[in-house]
């Protein structure tokens, strides 16, 4: 294995994604941020420099943190937030976990004004023999755009009076980008890829927004799913496919088109079921340009008009996991724990409309992390409650399992829109997912698909297993970041005696402790 470098300088430039100017925040000046690529073990260690006037904190999304919990970037629960003016070195290694992945800030809704990147992450091992083999990559990174930036929003939202006079309705997005270009009234411009004829190319899809599913597809080309949030499927050929917030896919496709002449429309759109209300002048059809070399002396746009579709494939939707089948069979071990949790939303008593998971609903610790009070109460051979076993509300909504345990997590989504859950330092399995309540329905046993970030449906239930083998304290959260900021997060304490005896580096207990 090797250690890998990386320098990340976190600043509020005024950028303009889409041709309209707004605030950001970057990483290096870019946005996305620079790409982080190693192989699986590898060690990775980031500065990163906070020069923003408000903290921030970076996430490694999908990564495991095994032994390393605070460093896993999530503000309020492993680190309080890098103040103004100082850094903190991320420093890990990535264990098992291979695939596409990205990182963001996980402090309140930063992510959404830019601070996102990707990461990839090669196995060591070759991939699995009904896997297609490819001549090169790409990297797709979609995600919706606001031209306000994210805090004004957030307190909209999060007033009684919500942001467009109805509690409870998220901020719409104006437009989007792909790879940092989008479109917008006539502006912006288009990410161009120009690859190699008749080569087969991995395309690494990530949706990095904040609320919008996105609909990818390329005219006239196939695509054919092999990965899905680091697991490698049995291919699968689509016309397109929705992927919903933070989840990653790889597609391969084929140079070999003969329509359109070598210039084709990469199509990134926003899926408008979340959209609550109308955003005037907004943009959903968001494009880049892929060009095939021997194309690519035609500098001409590709042609207008609809998406052709790819004859006789179907799409695939953000909630059909029946269809992405594991390449390698993965039978999950039988659970020793079923745990019930619902959610919903709720207006509090000064008409805030709050998220609630078993009715607590999440703010983050100021001045003090969770991982700091389990170990506090390890120093002093108290139990941080609520303790081993249990899952109930408390302060902060805690389920503690002080033994290795096969989890069953079993989720109500009592609410009517869907909501994309991530869960931190783990790859859980997909046991079941379906419309109404769980009543005991069955769960797919045999050969179950291993995501991090899977869509609870509207008024339906999701059944997640994992082994509570990795210590720390880990977020459970709905990745829509206003839903995240609402309070739609829940924690689950792993091990909490040797999490207590995790090394937390001193500067991240300094950093609690500093004003700002
Ligand atoms: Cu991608 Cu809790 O994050």
């Keep these: 294995p090797q250690t890998r470098f990386y320098h990340f300088t976190i600043s509020k430039v005024q950028g303009a994604p889409d041709g309209v100017s707004k605030p950001m925040l970057v990483a290096n000046g870019m946005s996305p941020g620079p790409t982080i690529e190693a192989n699986q073990w590898d060690r990775i260690v980031v500065n990163v420099t906070n020069n923003l006037d408000t903290r921030t904190a970076i996430h490694w999304h999908g990564l495991y943190q095994n032994k390393t919990n605070y460093y896993d970037g999530t503000t309020g629960i492993t680190e309080c937030g890098i103040p103004p003016g100082q850094f903190l070195v991320y420093n890990f290694t990535l264990g098992e976990f291979y695939g596409t992945t990205w990182y963001h800030s996980h402090f309140s809704t ?49 007033s009684p009076s919500g942001i467009d006079g109805t509690p409870g309705d998220e901020p719409v997005p104006d437009g989007g980008s792909l790879n940092g270009l989008g479109q917008y009234g006539g502006g912006g411009d288009y990410f161009n890829f120009t690859l190699e004829d008749d080569k087969t190319y991995r395309i690494r899809l990530v949706n990095s927004g904040s609320l919008a599913p996105i609909r990818f597809s390329i005219d006239y080309h196939p695509l054919t799913i092999i990965e899905v949030d680091g697991t490698f499927v049995k291919p699968y050929v689509v016309t397109g496919l929705t992927i919903a917030v933070a989840q990653r896919y790889s597609v391969l496709i084929h140079t070999n088109q003969t329509e359109g002449h070598g210039r084709y429309w990469m199509r990134t759109l926003l899926q408008s079921n979340m959209f ?79 998220a609630y998971i078993n009715g607590t609903s999440w703010t983050p610790l100021s001045g003090n992390t969770t991982l700091l009070k389990v170990r506090n109460a390890f120093l002093t051979s108290t139990t941080y409650a609520p303790v081993g076993g249990s899952v109930q509300p408390g302060d902060q909504f805690l389920l503690t399992e002080d033994s290795i345990q096969v989890v069953d997590l079993i989720i109500d989504n009592l609410d009517n829109g869907d909501h994309p859950f991530h869960l931190h330092g783990h790859t859980p399995w997909i046991m079941g997912v379906g419309t109404g309540r769980y009543q005991g329905q069955a769960l797919n046993t045999a050969n179950a698909l291993r995501r991090d970030t899977m869509v609870i449906p509207a008024d339906g239930y999701t059944v997640i297993r994992f082994i509570t083998d990795n210590p720390g304290v880990w977020a459970f959260h709905c990745h829509l970041v206003w839903h995240m900021a609402a309070g739609l997060l829940m924690q689950i304490n792993s091990l909490p005696t040797k999490t207590g005896q995790l090394d937390i580096p001193q500067v991240i207990i300094d950093q609690c402790n500093a004003s700002a």
């Design 110 to 158: 930063q992510y959404t004004d830019g601070l996102t990147g990707a990461l990839v992450i090669h196995p060591t091992d070759p991939a699995p023999k009904n896997i297609p083999k490819w001549d090169g990559e790409i990297m797709v990174q979609m995600t919706d755009v606001y031209h306000n930036f994210s805090q004004e929003l957030l307190n909209a939202y999060l």
């Design 276 to 354: 609550t209300y109308v955003q005037p002048g907004q943009n959903v059809d968001i494009r880049g340009v892929l060009k095939y070399a021997s194309g690519v002396k035609n500098q001409s746009l590709p042609s207008a008009g609809a998406d052709p579709g790819v004859p006789s494939r179907k799409d695939i939707g953000d909630m059909d996991t029946a269809s992405l089948v594991p390449a390698v069979v993965s039978r999950p071990p039988n659970p020793t724990r079923p745990y019930y949790v619902n959610f919903d939303f709720e207006d509090n008593a000064n008409g805030v409309n709050l």
